[in-house]
Structure formats: structure tokens, C-alpha cells
């Protein structure tokens, strides 16, 4: 079975509204927590990323917080742009084996 | 600095043929990786090497692939023969020093494979 559950999309919003993309893993130990984004046409670039329980990743508005006790890692973001109309990755190390495990993606696309 | 850098861009080959995909990670890099990615299978690790040796291969779907890093620079990707479930595209990625797994990885472009 997979190690990584990240919602399906599209997600489809309007600028300004709030996202949030679910990610659940399971893993022996505590594994390093990452979010890549990889635009149209591009290669992965990473987002964020927490290595310890209740760290707070962020960049670019995102925030996502390595929740320990419900091996969750969501992803969210305030307020979004027509700019992050992208495919996000939830990808946590040690979830299937010593590598990094990647999730299926989320699309999201923003419109104006 | 220039990134990670991918050749081609894009391929395409007919069934049985021998294809290289080429990649030069960041200069200072001493991991590399190679990904796959599909619709149908989303991200898949391949292979990665550490100071140029290959750590682990078990995401290699079989005996037509393989991968060799001959220096710091220069990597290469071989599939041969070609099917066409080969198509898709495939990304190289690097990471520099200190923690080897919670670096950052930074991937190149792409190489967008088609296979009639």
C-alpha cells in the first residue's frame, strides 16, 4: 500500500481564498517532512520542509506543521494568486524504506 | 549557478532503440538522483549515487536500465532497448553536503521521453 496519502485534486479556487492540501504518511520513526511544488514545465523545486515534530515549515505564504501524533504534514496557504496554480508534492523521508517517498501530487489551479 | 542541467529536453525514439539521458548536477553536489515520472505511477526513484557510487538501484524497473556517475560532473541514464512504456519524463535531481537525506534536493528540467 502507499506511504504517502495526499489529497486528490484538481483543486480548483478562486485568487484570495484559502488552500489546503491533506497529507497523511506512515513511517517507523520520525521522518524528515518535505512539500516540493513544480510548476508547469518544470522540474520539483522544494516549498518547505520540517525535520522534527511541531516544526513549522513556510515559505511563499505556504505553512505546513509536522504533526507527530497524526503523521499529517497539510499543507496551507492564506491567501493564494493565480501564480500558484501548480503541482504540489507531499514527500516524507523514511516512509517506504531509507529515501525520499513522494506523494501522487495535487493539482491547483487558481483562477482570477 | 546554473542549475541542474538535462539533455535533451525532449526524445523521442522508436521501439528497441538505445537512448542516454545525460545530466551535470550543481557544481559542490555530491549526491545525485534519478527520477521517473508518469501519469499513471506519479514520482519514482530510480536510482541515486553518493560521491559517485551508486547507493541504491531497487527502484530500476529492470535489466534495460542503467545508470552511471564516471565523475562529480556528469551522469548518464541508458535504456536499451526502448518500449514504449519507457516513455515519460525523467528527472534528474542533487543535493550538496551535510545531512544526506534532509538537503534540499534540486532537480533539473527534464527529459520529456517518447517512445513509439
Known amino acids: 500500500g502507499d506511504s504517502v496519502t495526499q489529497m486528490e485534486g484538481p483543486v480548483t479556487l478562486s485568487e484570495e481564498a484559502f488552500l489546503t492540501i491533506n497529507c497523511t504518511y506512515t513511517?517507523?520513526?520520525?521522518?524528515?517532512l518535505f512539500w516540493y511544488v513544480q510548476y508547469p514545465g518544470e522540474g520539483l523545486q522544494l516549498l518547505l520542509k520540517a525535520t522534527k515534530a511541531d516544526d513549522k515549515g513556510s515559505n511563499k505564504g505556504f505553512e505546513a506543521t509536522y504533526r507527530k501524533e497524526t503523521t499529517s504534514f497539510h499543507l496551507e496557504k492564506g491567501s493564494v494568486q493565480v501564480s500558484d496554480s501548480a503541482v504540489y508534492f507531499c514527500?516524507?523521508?523514511?516512509?517506504?524504506?531509507?529515501?525520499?517517498?513522494f506523494g501522487g501530487g495535487t493539482r491547483v489551479l487558481v483562477k482570477p | 549557478d546554473a542549475g541542474v542541467i538535462q539533455s535533451p529536453r525532449h526524445e523521442v525514439t522508436e521501439m528497441g532503440q538505445e537512448v542516454t539521458l545525460r545530466c551535470k548536477p550543481i557544481?559542490?553536489?555530491?549526491?545525485l538522483f534519478w527520477y521517473r515520472q508518469t501519469m499513471m505511477r506519479g514520482l519514482e526513484l530510480l536510482i541515486y549515487?553518493?560521491?559517485?557510487?551508486?547507493?541504491?538501484d531497487s527502484g530500476m524497473p529492470e535489466d534495460r536500465f542503467s545508470a552511471k556517475m564516471p565523475n562529480a560532473s556528469f551522469s548518464t541514464l541508458k535504456i536499451q532497448p526502448s518500449e514504449p512504456r519507457d516513455s515519460a519524463v525523467y528527472f534528474c535531481?542533487?543535493?550538496?553536503?551535510?545531512?544526506?537525506?534532509?538537503?534540499?534536493?534540486?532537480f533539473g528540467p527534464g527529459t520529456r521521453l517518447t517512445v513509439l
Open positions: 514527500a516524507p523521508f523514511g516512509a517506504a524504506g531509507n529515501k525520499l517517498t
Open positions: 557544481s559542490g553536489h555530491n549526491s
Open positions: 513511517a517507523t520513526g520520525y521522518p524528515s
Open positions: 535531481a542533487s543535493s550538496g553536503t551535510g545531512g544526506f537525506w534532509t538537503d534540499t534536493q534540486y
Open positions: 549515487f553518493n560521491n559517485n557510487v551508486p547507493i541504491d
